[in-house]
Every structure is written in structure tokens, then in C-alpha cells.
């Protein structure tokens, strides 16, 4: 019996968690009441509020459940057909598969971020575990032999961070944009910026001069 109660804790969380996006999706941080979400819920405000005392505490609960799924899907990437068949997949899952409901709610918590501390830790954390993900995936990849290891992975990351970034700003403000489109684009670019890290000018200039210096006379 007591772990069934804590079971219908958990689906009765998630369900306020539910609730709590289609409200901030709907309506904006700011728009949606603790009230409003009551209603979504069909609950009680003490009875919610024994769970979630705010609104922050919602996007906490949320962004806690998304990183538990992105964890999830990083920890259990499949190399099998090589590392920019695994990325082309995530890219469309992220970026195409998502509902418009988790874009929108995305967008509204990075804009809340810039004005609301509390919004900004927990956008921040999520960030930095994105950022760590594609960081060690770029890393099997380099140890697989199939980007080159010269490559600058944490500039790639943040430019691959970028880049989605844009994709759901997209989504969230242009209802005719078809982010599957862009994909194959993407992927383009992506393989474009992990190929071997070209000679710069400058490096030639400063192995000549070093030539020089060496060259007796």
C-alpha cells in the first residue's frame, strides 16, 4: 500500500508538471497563474501547493524531468552506424520531433532567465549538463577515429548549442517554419566545422619566421 501511495505521488507530480507546461506555454510565465494551473490540473491550490510552492518550483520540476530524459538519451546514443548518423537523429529528434508545447515553454524560460535569478540558475544548470552531453559525445567520436582529434570540441559544442538554439527560437516565432528542413542544412555545417582544423595564414607567417631565425646565414 505504501508504495502504491508513492507511486500516485509521482503520476500526480508528473501530472501537475503537465498541467504547469501547457499553462506556460499557453499563456507565458507571467500569464499563467498558480490559479490557472490549479484549474489544468483539476486540483486543489493547497493540494498543489504541497507539491509546488511556486511557479519556480515548476520550472524546476520540469526542467528536472527534461534533463532526466536528455541523460537518458545521451547515455544510450548508438554509434553502431557511425557517429553522424547518431547525431543526424538526435538533430531531428530535438529539433523536428519535439511538440511545439516543449519549444514554447523552452523559449519562454530562456527570455524568464534574463529577468528572474531564480529561472536563470535553473536555465544555467541545464546549459551546462547540455553542454557536458554533447561535449563527451564529440569525445567518442574523436576516439572513435572519426572526427579529427585537432578539432576545438568546446567551441563546437557551444556553436552546435547555438545552432539549436536558433532552431526552436524559429519554431517558437515562425509557425510555417519546417524545422525537418533545416536538418539535412545541419548536418552540412557540422561536418563542415569537425573536419580537420585548416592552417591558418598567420601559422604559416610564424613558421617562416621561425625558418628564418633558424637558417644560419
Not at 511556486?54 to 544510450?76: M, T, Y
Not at 547540455?130 to 579529427?148: F, M, Q, S
Request: proline share 4%; aromatic share 8%; net charge negative.
Amino acid at each position: 500500500m505504501r508504495r502504491a501511495n508513492v507511486q500516485l505521488r509521482y503520476d500526480r507530480r508528473d501530472e501537475i508538471l503537465a498541467a504547469a507546461q501547457r499553462c506556460f506555454a499557453r499563456s507565458g510565465f507571467h500569464g499563467a497563474s498558480m490559479q490557472d494551473i490549479c484549474a489544468e490540473a483539476g486540483m486543489s491550490p493547497g493540494n498543489l501547493y504541497r507539491y509546488f510552492p511556486s511557479k519556480e518550483a515548476l520550472v524546476a520540476g520540469i526542467a528536472e524531468r527534461d534533463r532526466a530524459e536528455v541523460a537518458q538519451q545521451f547515455a544510450s546514443a548508438d554509434f553502431s552506424h557511425g557517429f553522424f548518423a547518431l547525431l543526424e537523429g538526435m538533430a531531428h529528434h530535438h529539433f523536428a520531433e519535439k511538440s511545439n508545447e516543449q519549444v514554447l515553454l523552452c523559449t519562454e524560460v530562456m527570455a524568464e532567465a534574463r529577468r528572474n535569478p531564480d529561472i536563470a540558475r535553473i536555465s544555467a544548470a541545464f546549459d551546462a549538463d547540455g553542454k557536458k552531453w554533447l561535449r563527451d559525445l564529440l569525445g567518442t567520436a574523436v576516439e572513435r577515429g572519426e572526427i579529427p582529434a585537432d578539432i576545438d570540441l568546446d567551441g563546437a559544442v557551444t556553436m552546435l548549442m547555438i545552432i539549436a538554439d536558433g532552431v526552436w527560437w524559429r519554431r517558437a516565432l515562425d509557425p510555417a517554419f519546417d524545422p525537418a528542413s533545416v536538418v539535412p542544412v545541419f548536418m552540412d555545417i557540422t561536418r563542415h566545422m569537425l573536419r580537420a582544423r585548416p592552417v591558418r595564414v598567420r601559422d604559416i607567417a610564424q613558421d617562416d619566421e621561425r625558418e628564418n631565425e633558424e637558417t644560419p646565414r
